[in-house]
């Protein structure tokens, strides 16, 4: 299978091309410019493989939570190739993208939001594999000060350094479109879809009112 990864819910955006079993991957030089870099990457990446759109199979995109605006770009963007082309989408939670591989027994997957307020999923180790233990929700940081298991953090690095002060067990990780093309590829049958119309970002909660 050829598949097309979009990595859209952070400020950096990251495409990535799986041609069967070879891995590529491209990233936007600036911030905040998903409309922009996003056609151009995707094109690139897959002229670069001597392929073209419609060798594609599939779409695998982040779907949040994450950045308000380049989630929407991104999904507005897969939603098109997928529609013209008549392929499915793979909507990829960005928490499980973080969590990907991590072998912790309890695990907690934390994207910094704004503010205080931080997005979190928790996991727990069953049977060898990380499951979900807990539905996505917004929390402020006096709750993250809280947390006494494993932790993986996406954000601003100084907000991951004042996290670090508080001896938490919290690790940086990067956001990866590698991880959310093999979560695709390990789960296609289950998480493919051609209904687009309810496939929408997941923006978890509420923001926090000052």
């Known amino acids: ?31 905040n410019d998903t409309a922009n870099s ?11 493989a001597s392929l073209s ?17 380049g989630l929407r770009v991104g999904m507005s963007y897969a939603k098109g190739i997928a529609m013209v082309l008549d392929i499915p989408i793979v909507p990829i939670s960005t928490f499980d993208s973080l969590a990907y591989e991590n072998t912790s027994q309890k695990l907690s997957t934390l994207i910094y939001s704004h503010g205080n307020t931080f997005y979190i999923c928790k996991y727990s180790l069953d049977d060898g594999v990380l499951r979900k233990s807990s539905e996505p929700k ?7 000060l809280k947390l006494s298991h494993n932790i993986v953090f996406n954000g601003p690095i100084h907000i991951f350094e ?23 590829q390990k789960n296609f049958k289950l998480l493919k879809t051609k209904s687009l119309d309810n496939l929408v970002p997941e923006y978890v909660g509420n923001f926090e009112v000052k």
């Open 1 to 31: 299978m050829n598949l097309l990864g979009i990595e859209s819910s952070s400020r950096k955006l990251s495409v990535g091309l799986m041609e069967e079993e070879s891995f590529s991957e491209l990233h936007s030089e600036k911030i």
């Open 138 to 144: 917004s929390i402020l940081k006096e709750d993250v």
């Open 38 to 48: 996003l056609p151009a990457l995707s094109k690139k990446i897959i002229n670069n």
């Open 53 to 69: 759109f419609e060798d594609l199979n599939a779409i695998c995109i982040s779907v949040g939570p994450g950045s308000f605006t």
């Open 162 to 184: 004042d996290l670090k002060k508080h001896n938490l067990k919290i690790k940086f990780t990067d956001l990866c479109v590698e991880n959310i093309i093999k979560i695709a």
